[in-house]
């Protein structure tokens, strides 16, 4: 099994309920699932800049029944992408920014989304994006398994985000006994590492106790699960990103999700024995 070391790498103010983060150029840029901005902190002089998602109002600390629950971001060439959850009719906008913007284009995928529940048989109440990727002349969009039917699994959809082609279940395992979601996916050197959180509800609404964090390594040629290894009891870890490698670990930075009003992200540094 993989030994693995998880420490806190440093502490940034002014960002809550962190849900993503993508690195890129000694920056970490992160989102939030209770925000409208996307948020660049330089690691050189611990500088903090936010752009806006969406049009005005745009605002932070947004009521839960209001927000665009941005919950995953991954970048393509120089254009990051950032998407809503689709776990409510609100939230389904996929937001497209490179860093000369100063405005996102953002489409509504709500047709995406709904062809996606019809086609693959996923109720509304099933559905919950967290994690996405491009792969193949594809996107793969991965559904958190927190609703009822414990759904985990990876949409396949069109560069052009129209239309969905396939739905592939993906079986993990619980912590706790209680089971666990997707919460984050990157490809890198050809494999999928991921990152599952389990909460003791059956919702992909609500927030329940927090009962850990699992992370994980997936064949994309054959979408089988590789290894898993739980990471925390504690904590609801939702973002993942590639941060660098020696000859025997290789690290990622992941943000933690608190569900607190506190106003920071702390970003941890995990290192996974090759």
Not at 174 to 189: R, W
Not at 241 to 259: A, G, K, Q, R, V
Not at 267 to 274: D, F, G, M, W
């Amino acid at each position: 099994m993989k030994d693995l070391i998880l420490e806190i790498l440093f502490t940034i103010k002014g960002i809550g309920a962190a849900s993503g983060l993508l690195y890129t150029n000694n920056t970490v840029h992160i989102i939030s699932d209770n925000s409208n901005y996307l948020y660049s902190y330089t690691l050189t002089d611990h500088a903090l800049q936010k752009r806006p998602l969406l049009e005005a109002p745009v605002m932070e600390n947004i009521a839960k029944k209001d927000k665009a629950d941005f919950e995953a971001i991954s970048q393509k060439e120089n254009r990051f992408y950032i998407f809503g959850s689709g776990s409510t009719l609100k939230r389904t906008s996929l937001a497209t920014t490179d860093l000369s913007s100063e405005k996102a284009i953002v489409l509504n995928v709500t047709p995406l989304y709904q062809q996606l529940q019809k086609d693959f048989q996923v109720e509304q109440a099933d559905f919950n994006i967290e994690g996405a990727l491009p792969y193949a002349g594809s996107w793969w969009l991965f559904n958190r398994g927190n609703g009822p039917q414990q759904q985990n699994g990876v949409f396949i959809v069109n560069t052009d985000f129209t239309e969905g082609t396939a739905f592939y279940p993906i079986t993990l395992p619980k912590i706790n006994n209680v089971a666990t979601g997707f919460t984050d996916a990157i490809l890198h050197e050809g494999l999928i590492y991921f990152m599952a959180a389990a909460e003791d509800v059956a919702s992909n609404y609500l927030d329940g106790e927090v009962k850990g964090t699992l992370v994980g390594c997936l064949d994309p040629q054959d979408k089988s699960v590789l290894w898993t290894k739980t990471i925390s009891n504690h904590h609801k870890f939702e973002g993942l990103t590639y941060y660098e490698s020696t000859p025997n670990h290789i690290s990622f930075l992941l943000c933690e999700d608190s569900d607190d009003d506190t106003g920071e992200t702390k970003v941890y540094k995990l290192s996974i024995q090759r």
